[in-house]
């Protein structure tokens, strides 16, 4: 049986080759060391997560420079709406940490995680979760607002939402396509795009993407 189909996104060949060939449960299927190369292969293969270094050449410009991870999730999210994104990176910066979050990205552990913590990360984005290394995990609740007085003001926030919009909310958070919110609720498509545009307006979100970081930084996952 195939593992977890995964693509791996980083500059250095030696170290997409030691993950290519020590993890476990997954079925690497494509490999990029840069946004343009990224952004096709994700496009091309439709893998289930994508493993992702935060710095990447292939943008021009200060900010896109040391953003390559982001401008990968940014354009190649829409092409690929089932894929998950994992950072995994050497950078430990709360900038880098908060950016990429908001972008998208499913969680975030660093380069200095065991294999079998990337492993174990891979499978929990997988299935859903949202995964962080530890001392990552502080600047990602401190930048959306997830302190004792935001977590309670998150009930009032969901009390905006209809029992069935909570349900929709909490699926498309955590990474199911429309369709896959569909049979599990068996409901429409229709339906589920209506009720994704109610909790989206209702929360004052721009996209699927913030809804994201918004329901992980209140721990609704």
């Known amino acids: 049986m195939s593992?977890?189909?995964?693509?791996?996104?980083?500059?250095?060949?030696?170290?997409?080759?030691?993950?290519?060939?020590?993890?476990?449960?997954?079925?690497?299927?494509?490999?990029?060391?840069?946004?343009?190369?990224?952004?096709?292969?994700?496009?091309?293969?439709?893998?289930?997560?994508?493993?992702?270094?935060?710095?990447?050449?292939?943008?021009?410009?200060?900010?896109?420079?040391?953003?390559?991870?982001?401008?990968?999730?940014?354009?190649?999210?829409?092409?690929?709406?089932?894929?998950?994104?994992?950072?995994?990176?050497?950078?430990?910066?709360?900038?880098?940490?908060?950016?990429?979050?908001?972008?998208?990205?499913?969680?975030?552990?660093?380069?200095?995680?065991?294999?079998?913590?990337?492993?174990?990360?891979?499978?929990?984005?997988a299935e859903g979760d949202a995964v962080f290394s530890p001392r990552l995990a502080g600047f990602v609740l401190d930048a959306f607002g997830a302190v004792s007085g935001e977590t309670a003001a998150a009930s009032d926030e969901l009390d905006r939402l209809s029992a069935r919009e909570q349900e929709v909310m909490r699926l498309i958070a955590r990474g199911y396509a429309y369709k896959e919110v569909a049979a599990e609720l068996f409901i429409s498509m229709k339906t589920v795009e209506t009720h994704v545009s109610a909790v989206l307006r209702k929360l004052q979100l721009s996209s699927r993407y913030e809804l994201t970081a918004w329901a992980s930084a209140r721990r609704l996952l």
């Open 3 to 125: 593992g977890i189909r995964v693509v791996i996104v980083d500059d250095h060949s030696i170290f997409r080759s030691g993950l290519r060939s020590t993890l476990d449960g997954v079925e690497v299927v494509g490999e990029a060391s840069d946004v343009e190369s990224a952004v096709a292969v994700i496009t091309a293969e439709q893998p289930e997560v994508v493993l992702l270094d935060v710095h990447l050449p292939g943008e021009t410009g200060e900010v896109a420079a040391a953003t390559g991870g982001e401008a990968v999730i940014r354009r190649a999210a829409p092409a690929a709406p089932s894929t998950r994104f994992l950072a995994l990176s050497v950078s430990d910066a709360a900038e880098d940490v908060v950016r990429v979050i908001r972008a998208g990205a499913r969680g975030y552990i660093t380069k200095g995680s065991s294999v079998a913590e990337v492993s174990a990360a891979v499978r929990a984005v």
